[in-house]
């Protein structure tokens, strides 16, 4: 009794866990959607104030991501988790992975090569091109195994019976490969909620885990209860009859058949595999083609530059319709994407360094150890959007210091930034 009582007082901390996962998983494509489409518009209509509709927009899907956990966490409670069981399993066995090989693909990048402007933890492909359409199969039949477990608890015919017990095995190893694979970008859950596929193997694993065990439970129950009587024992007590609880131990020669069976189904895939691909190793070579990984074999190229961009990465890369390039420019020799931002930037520096040089000097040594290991993190489009968006209150806060203080007129010193001399 007091096991239960002390089981119960945790029980809100999985039915918040759950409720802020399906919030998140189902909410967060539509909020960012949202988001990045009133930016966007607003961009348009009024091209400098493009980022406030950004920020505004950002603060109401973080209201409306708490407003849909409550009510999630609420509905939990009131009515229990079966009825949003569902919606967990599709999410986790369908949209999340789906929307991880939508990044792996689309964001990450393949190229293994690195400059030393972008040195430090790269976000490389999870996983290679080939064997990633056998990859795919393999966890849908394990998801398919998962999904028969629960709509048909009851024993199966022995081979189905073995084989879902053994899709279940395979599907833990599977999911902790790719933990594995993909540990060292859990720092990637940073970004939220874009890395939120991220979570999908430890989710799995537990759901695989669980479900197996629940079921080698119920055919060790079904083994501890007799057979049905003779016709004539309906109306007698039985007095062999043993209690089914959820206590009953594991059905011990399933668990060892599907032991032994789990890596026969892995050797076929990988046959199979090998077979189609022409390759011995083409059931590995999803997660062995990357670079940087715990199971990656390509090497990671290192390319020296002699110059980093910094904010003009933001304008060379962003999106031109949210940062806005303005002309192009010249630093330390070398042409660079000049926008408002960079070129306002570069003149409240500018000021500094004539009216109070010694506090410039300050200035730039502070930023030039914070804005490399920034850059370093700036590979892609949507990246340098959200730089260029978070920078725009310290844009407004630079020209604002630039009407109170220059002497001669801001415009002029904001314009001759990056001009070749």
Same mark, same amino acid.
Do not use: C, N, Q
């Given at each position: 009794m007091e096991t239960d009582a002390r089981r119960g007082s945790w029980a809100w901390v999985g039915d918040l866990g759950l409720a802020a996962l399906l919030a998140t998983g189902y909410g967060a494509p539509v909020g960012l959607a949202l988001m990045a489409g009133l930016t966007a518009a607003f961009?348009?209509? !009024?091209?400098?104030?493009?980022? *406030?509709?950004?920020? !505004?927009?950002?603060?109401? =899907?973080? &209201?409306?991501? $708490?407003i849909a956990c409550l009510k999630v966490y609420q509905g939990i409670r009131d009515r229990g988790r079966g009825r949003y069981l569902p919606a967990l399993y599709v999410l986790v066995l369908v949209l999340l992975p789906a929307w991880g090989l939508g990044i792996n693909y689309a964001i990450l990048d393949r190229a293994c090569r690195i400059t030393n402007c972008h040195a430090g933890p790269l976000m490389f492909r999870v996983l290679g091109a080939r064997g990633a359409v056998g990859l795919v199969t393999m966890h849908a039949l394990t998801a398919l195994a998962f999904v028969l477990s629960r709509r048909r608890p009851e024993k199966l015919r022995a081979g189905a019976e073995l084989l879902v017990h053994s899709l279940l095995m395979v599907g833990v190893g599977l999911h902790l490969v790719l933990v594995v694979q993909c540990a060292d970008l859990l720092w990637g859950?940073?970004?939220?909620? =874009? $890395?939120?596929?991220? *979570?999908?193997?430890? *989710? %799995? !694993?537990?759901?695989?885990?669980?479900?197996? %065990? $629940?079921?080698?439970?119920r055919r060790g129950a079904d083994a501890l209860t007799p057979p049905p009587g003779p016709p004539e024992d309906v109306y007698r007590a039985s007095t062999a009859a043993v209690p089914v609880t959820a206590d009953a131990p594991a059905h011990r020669p399933t668990l060892?058949?599907?032991?032994a069976t789990a890596p026969v189904l892995v050797g076929a895939y990988a046959v199979v595999m090998a077979a189609l691909h022409h390759r011995p190793t083409a059931a590995l070579d999803v997660f062995t083609e990357t670079c940087g990984h715990a199971l990656s074999r390509l090497p990671v190229q290192h390319i020296v530059v002699n110059d980093c961009h910094y904010l003009c990465t933001v304008a060379a890369r962003g999106t031109p319709s949210l940062v806005r390039p303005e002309r192009m420019g010249e630093r330390n020799g070398h042409p660079i994407v000049v926008n408002r931002q960079l070129a306002v930037a570069n003149a409240f520096e500018d000021l500094l360094h004539v009216r109070w040089p010694r506090f410039g000097r300050l200035a730039r040594a502070t930023y030039d150890r914070l804005g490399l290991p920034v850059s370093r993190y700036i590979t892609r489009t949507?990246? &340098?959007? $959200? *730089?260029?968006? &978070?920078?725009?209150?310290f844009e407004w806060a630079f020209y604002a210091t630039l009407l109170l203080l220059d002497r001669d007129d801001p415009e002029r010193r904001i314009d001759r930034m990056y001009r070749r001399q």
């Open positions: 961009a348009w209509v !009024i091209p400098r104030w493009s980022g *406030v509709p950004g920020s !505004i927009g950002g603060l109401l =899907v973080l &209201a409306g991501w $708490a859950l940073l970004l939220f909620p =874009v $890395a939120l596929p991220l *979570v999908a193997p430890f *989710v %799995t !694993i537990g759901l695989y885990a669980h479900e197996l %065990t $629940a079921r080698l439970r060892l058949a599907s032991l949507w990246m &340098a959007d $959200a *730089v260029y968006v &978070a920078m725009k209150p």
